[in-house]
């Protein structure tokens, strides 16, 4: 998928740095989770600003990104890991306010 570059030297990379020797999903998830929010930040900027995707190459490389970005690199570092992941528009409601965003699946 465009947004989404699993064969990319760096997200095969930092899947396999990920991954390890672990074969349980459920730990795939949380370690690809938890290197996602800790490698990028999140970009006020493009929040506001010119907001076009990136994807998860870039965002790896950046280290910064919005929503999208964020599940963009999620999903390929996923698949890189051999697990199957998708990205699925959902609303989320805040306030009121409902707010078009991407989550992984």
Do not use: H
């Amino acid at each position: 998928a465009q947004y989404w570059e699993v064969d990319a030297q760096q997200i095969q990379d930092a899947a396999k740095q990920i991954k390890g020797d672990s074969t349980n999903v459920y730990d795939l998830v949380s370690k690809t989770y938890q290197f996602v929010v800790s490698k990028i930040n999140y970009d006020e900027v493009k929040r506001f600003g010119l907001n076009e995707r990136q994807g998860a190459l870039a965002t790896l490389l950046k280290g910064s990104g919005v929503c999208m970005e964020y599940s963009d690199l999620f999903i390929a570092l996923m698949r890189a890991e051999g697990v199957p992941a998708r990205g699925s528009p959902r609303t989320v409601r805040n306030r009121a306010v409902a707010d078009s965003r991407k989550r992984p699946e």
